[in-house]
Structure formats: C-alpha cells, structure tokens
T-cell receptor, first 114, second 116 residues
Framework: DGGITQSPKYLFRKEGQNVTLSCEQNLNHDAMYWYRQDPGQGLRLIYYSQIVNDFQKGDIAEGYSVSREKKESFPLTVTSAQKNPTAFYLC?????????????FGNGTRLTVT | AQKVTQAQTEISVVEKEDVTLDCVYETRDTTYYLFWYKQPPSGELVFLIRRNSFDEQNEISGRYSWNFQKSTSSFNFTITASQVVDSAVYFCALSEADNYGQNFVFGPGTRLSVLP
C-alpha cells in the first residue's frame, strides 16, 4: 500500500546537536511538506517542495533546513539554531500543487531536545 | 489573507450524543477548497472530506455530516450518535485554487472527548 513513512517515531537529542528527520513517500506525489505541531496548537508550515531540487520556506523556517534530491524523499534537519525544537513534526505530500488536492500525512516524529 | 477559525478549543460529550464542530474561514478567492481532518491520539492526520467553494450541497457519510454555508463562511462538521472512537482533535483547513501548494491553512483544532 502507498503511504508516507516518517522515522523514527520518537527522537531524543541533546541541545546543540543537529538532527535529521526522515520522510519517504511512495505515492508518486510531486509536492511534499513539513509541519510542526506544538501541544494544543495547530499546524505550522516549515518548508515545502513542489518538485525535485526545489523547495520554499514556510512560515517558521528559521533553524530548519531541507533537501529534495529525490521525488520520494524530503528529509528535515533541525539545526542547533532552532531555539525551541521540541515538538511533533509531521510530513505530508500532495499529488500536485493544485489547491484541490488534500494533503496526505505520515505518522509523525516526536522530537525531544534536552 | 487566508484564515481558519475553530472557536471551540475542547468539547466533551457523552457517548450517543450529537456534536457539531464549528469552522469559520476567510479568503478573498472565489474558488477555494475546504477540508476536515481527524487526528487521533496516534498522531497521524486523517483526511475526512473536501468541499469545493462552488458546491454548497451538504454531505453525509454515515454518522458524519458537513454543512457548508458560503453566506456565513462556515463549514461545520456534525457527528451523530458519537462514539468513544470519535475522540480526537479535528482540524478544519482551507486551500485556495491556484496557490501552487503554498497555502494550505489549518485552523487551531477542536479536541473532542467522547465519554462512555
């Protein structure tokens, strides 16, 4: 079955370390997204990519970086510059960049930085 | 600018009660799409429904129904005869037609607790 795989499910890091969250999809979707969710809050867009080798900043890109070298993969790096990295991170994809397509989500990665 | 408001932060009901989750949106576009997602405790967001701005017909799917009213910019979601498995956070979202994937705006979510 097609879907989006995020790994790991839980991730623990020490402050000052960079960490990379994996996101892989086998839906053949062009567009991929990273969202951050804090407790009791909605989703905020970090980065998105509409096509391979291209990506755009979302609303809260500071302290994060991404790459899109393959259509299937859109890893997110949380750098030491991110002041409050502890959060739940959700990866999503969409068949195309048209507004009518729903987002499909992975199961998320819960990152804890101490 | 786009905006989605879900005024109800948390709702608690007893099993078998009906419950309505409110969603109010703002957009300048004439063509747009509205969505509802369910986020169970496991964390994954599950797509429930999409509604086009040019189709105001209400929709029913089993115990779920959606009421879209352009005149009041609302897209409310009703669960009939709620069950414990309906306990989740529900998000309403808005996407404009030609946004090239950038603006898929979510509301803050409503946490629904269905008590046995």
């Amino acid at each position: 079955d097609g879907g989006i795989t995020q790994s790991p499910k839980y991730l623990f890091r020490k402050e000052g370390q960079n960490v990379t969250l994996s996101c892989e999809q086998n839906l053949n979707h062009d567009a991929m997204y990273w969202y951050r969710q804090d407790p009791g809050q909605g989703l905020r867009l970090i980065y998105y990519s509409q096509i391979v080798n291209d990506f755009q900043k979302g609303d809260i890109a500071e302290g994060y970086s991404v790459s899109r070298e393959k259509k299937e993969s859109f890893p997110l790096t949380v750098t030491s510059a991110q002041k409050n990295p502890t959060a739940f991170y959700l990866c999503a994809s969409r068949p195309d960049r048209g507004g009518r397509s729903p987002l499909h989500f992975g199961n998320g990665t819960r990152l804890t930085v101490t | 600018a786009q905006k989605v408001t879900q005024a109800q932060t948390e709702i608690s009901v007893v099993e078998k009660e009906d419950v309505t989750l409110d969603c109010v949106y703002e957009t300048r576009d004439t063509t747009y799409y509205l969505f509802w997602y369910k986020q169970p405790p496991s964390g994954e967001l599950v797509f429930l429904i999409r509604r086009n701005s040019f189709d105001e017909q209400n929709e029913i799917s089993g115990r779920y129904s959606w009421n879209f009213q352009k005149s009041t910019s609302s897209f409310n979601f009703t669960i009939t005869a709620s069950q414990v498995v309906d306990s989740a956070v529900y998000f309403c979202a808005l996407s404009e037609a030609d946004n090239y994937g950038q603006n898929f705006v979510f509301g803050p979510g409503t946490r629904l607790s269905v008590l046995p």
